[in-house]
């Protein structure tokens, strides 16, 4: 890869990574918030060479895609791109191209997760005001719920909640690293306290988890990555215990499923210089590994990682992963190209 202009970022990717693309007729794309990156991976079908491709999203964190919209939680935006091409249209090479239609200013609310609800509306974590939040036509935001540990709307990051789970436009359940309720108050007990809510009914499944994020449904059961541990697992929504199915050598945000492999990306570190004092860190240290930055494809059967993208040089920092079913080579345009000049469209009337 050429490196991104005002970085030297450069990625290996395991020697199936094209085949296994190929195979399943997806793309990938996945956000680096250190970088201010939304990096799309999809093959080069004439080439077989795989492509990542670099575009500049301040802070680029919570990502949702359906294959015609794509949706960014920003440094102080939520950005909603859509697909200009029409069904079978390829542009230059690409089966989708999406542009920047709709830029929902709401400040710095350290937005996360992010996702639409069956209405149409955005929902995403509101971590700044402990609570989740849609995009308001007039104000920065306007909240929806909040866990019930939360006694009052401020911002003050209470609890760090950050994790989304949704089935079939319905918001389900949540993840914050504690239960505070003052202040910041999630630091003072960031190894163990990590809490998963659930939404429906206003309850705590588990207090018991180690910086929880990215929940995610997928073939009948809730599934989580237990960052503080760096392990993945499903979760009993009955009794709340948490099963390790598998150990990464770094700290996990982001993750997705498809076709029985589940997809996770890895930090190497974090701007946050707390995280060092997780369980992880010293886990690696003791087997002599560096933790590592990129994304792991983990064969859910087996448990093996039968693929991955490794960042070799500038990533430390990675936070959501989204598939792209059924697109083989999208293209996304930043909301400051040049090329939107061109890419004129209009809805008949």
């Given at each position: 890869?050429?490196?991104?202009?005002?970085?030297?970022?450069?990625?290996?990717?395991?020697?199936?990574?094209?085949?296994?693309?190929?195979?399943?007729?997806?793309?990938?794309?996945?956000?680096?918030?250190?970088?201010?990156?939304?990096?799309?991976?999809?093959?080069?079908?004439?080439?077989?060479?795989?492509?990542?491709?670099?575009?500049?999203?301040?802070?680029?964190?919570?990502?949702?895609?359906?294959?015609?919209?794509?949706?960014?939680?920003?440094?102080?935006?939520?950005?909603?791109?859509?697909?200009?091409?029409?069904?079978?249209?390829i542009d230059t090479g690409h089966d989708r191209v999406f542009i920047p239609r709709m830029q929902h200013t709401t400040g710095d609310l350290r937005a996360h997760d992010i996702g639409v609800l069956k209405d149409g509306r955005i929902l995403f974590v509101n971590t700044l005001y402990s609570c989740l939040a849609t995009v308001s036509q007039t104000h920065s935001f306007k909240p929806l719920w909040a866990p019930p540990f939360v006694s009052s709307l401020e911002p003050e990051?209470?609890?760090?909640?950050?994790?989304?789970?949704?089935?079939?436009?319905?918001?389900?359940?949540?993840?914050?690293?504690?239960?505070?309720?003052?202040?910041?108050?999630?630091?003072?007990?960031?190894?163990?306290?990590?809490?998963?809510?659930d939404i429906d009914h206003n309850r705590v499944i588990t207090g018991e988890l180690s910086v929880p994020h990215s929940p995610r449904w997928y073939d009948g059961q809730l599934w989580l990555l237990n960052s503080g541990t760096g392990h993945l697992g499903p979760i009993n929504l009955t009794t709340g215990a948490f099963d390790s199915r598998h150990f990464f050598p770094g700290f996990v945000r982001g993750l997705?499923?498809?076709?029985?492999?589940?997809?996770?990306?890895?930090?190497?570190?974090?701007?946050?210089?707390?995280?060092?004092?997780?369980?992880?860190?010293?886990?690696?240290?003791?087997?002599?590994?560096?933790?590592?930055?990129?994304?792991?494809?983990?064969?859910?059967?087996?448990?093996?990682?039968?693929?991955?993208?490794?960042?070799?040089?500038?990533?430390t920092e990675l936070y959501d992963i989204v598939t792209i079913p059924n697109v083989r080579s999208p293209q996304v345009l930043s909301p400051d190209s040049e090329d939107l000049d061109r890419r004129l469209t209009f809805e008949a009337g």
């Open positions: 890869m050429k490196p991104i202009k005002n970085s030297s970022v450069s990625f290996s990717v395991s020697p199936g990574f094209a085949d296994w693309l190929d195979a399943n007729a997806i793309s990938l794309a996945f956000s680096a918030p250190q970088l201010g990156i939304l990096f799309l991976v999809w093959l080069n079908a004439a080439t077989r060479a795989v492509m990542i491709q670099p575009t500049p999203v301040p802070r680029a964190s919570g990502l949702w895609c359906d294959g015609q919209r794509l949706i960014v939680a920003a440094k102080r935006q939520i950005i909603r791109f859509e697909n200009i091409l029409q069904p079978g249209e990051d209470r609890c760090h909640v950050n994790g989304l789970a949704m089935r079939d436009g319905v918001a389900t359940h949540v993840t914050a690293i504690s239960q505070s309720d003052d202040l910041a108050g999630w630091r003072r007990t960031r190894e163990k306290g990590g809490t998963l809510v997705a499923f498809h076709s029985g492999t589940a997809i996770v990306c890895l930090s190497n570190s974090s701007s946050r210089t707390h995280v060092h004092t997780l369980p992880i860190y010293s886990a690696l240290a003791q087997r002599g590994i560096n933790p590592r930055c990129g994304v792991e494809v983990v064969d859910l059967a087996s448990g093996e990682v039968v693929h991955w993208i490794r960042f070799e040089t500038g990533g």
